[in-house]
Structure formats: C-alpha cells, structure tokens
C-alpha cells in the first residue's frame, strides 16, 4: 500500500515489523534530513542531485535532468525554459530503479516542478513499478496498493521556517525516529 502525504499533514509512523526500512530519497535537502537524524544506513536510493554527506555518493540513482547539469548557468536555464513550455518534465524518474530497490518510504517535494522530482511524477513512476512488477496499481484517497508492497510517500512543501521543522518532525516520524 502506498500511503501519500504532504509533510504538514503528519500521519502514523510507517509500521516496519513486515519489512525492513528503506528509503529513496529524491530530494537533496530530505536527504541530509534522514542522514542528520542518523538514519542515512536507511537510504537505499537517492536522486541524481543529492552529494551529502559523502557516505551516500555510493548510492543508486532514481532520478535524472533532462538535460545537461554540467552545462553552463545560461544554456541550463534555457533547456529548462524550452522543457518546461513543452510541457515535458525537467526530471525522470526510474521506475525500475524504484520497484528493484523496492523502498517502504519515499521523500519527495511538490513545491517546484523545476526544482526536483515533483510527487505528480513520483505517482507516475510508482504506476510504471506496478506495471513494471506486471501488477496493479489502485490509488484510492491517497493509497496505492502494488503487489502488496507497503510504501508511504512524504511530500515536503515547505513555505516557512515552522514548515521546515514540520517537514523534519515528519521525516522522523515516518523512519520511527
């Protein structure tokens, strides 16, 4: 069951007694939160983005620019420019990176599209990791149910400073910190 939130929004702490904690971070910034709360032996993916602290650079990636990142500043801004207009994505997710690493929380943002993997695209990819464990997906009031995978979905929005500690408070929650 996939269970998806925004950090604001608190929720249970993710029941682990099943299976082991695992978690894929897709954002830079969740990351080093989950490493400062001592839980980095936790993280089992990351995001093409995330470099800190230095004992996850070893990490699988899930994520990847649409362009090049080791481009100059102007010629990123444009390729982000003319993805956006397209409307295409300025990130992707690997789907099949997901259901091989088989996470039971996933952090992400909904905050800005161009920003980092947006939780639109993360429900995308976990109906492609259904598909891709050739079973269902069934979304329902913010749950998903895949194969029987238990997987809880945190989605930071932070707009302020008390947003911020939320957003820790529920990270912590959710890895029973």
């Known amino acids: ?41 936790a993280l089992v993916g990351i995001s093409h983005e995330c470099d800190w602290p230095p004992s996850i650079r070893h990490l699988p990636t899930c994520s990847s620019a649409n ?14 420019r003319e993805i956006v207009k397209a409307g295409r994505c300025v990130y992707t997710i690997d789907a099949i990176k997901l259901a091989q690493l088989a996470p039971t929380v996933i952090i992400t943002q909904d905050q800005c599209r161009v920003c980092a993997v947006s939780e639109p695209q993360l429900r995308e990819a976990v109906d492609s990791w259904a598909a891709a464990v050739q079973g269902s997906c069934t979304w329902r009031e913010g749950q998903a149910v895949i194969e029987g995978s238990s997987v809880r979905i945190i989605s930071l929005v932070p707009h302020s400073i008390a947003d911020i500690q939320g957003d820790v408070t529920n990270i912590a929650e959710a890895l029973g910190v």
Request: overall charge negative.
């Open 1 to 41: 069951m996939v269970a998806t939130e925004t950090a604001a929004g608190g929720g249970e702490p993710l029941k682990t007694a099943q299976q082991p904690l695992r978690v894929v971070s897709l954002l830079s910034a969740s990351t080093e939160i989950v490493a400062r709360l001592g839980m980095a032996h």
């Open 67 to 80: 362009m090049d990142p080791e481009a100059p500043s102007i010629q990123i801004d444009t390729a982000v």
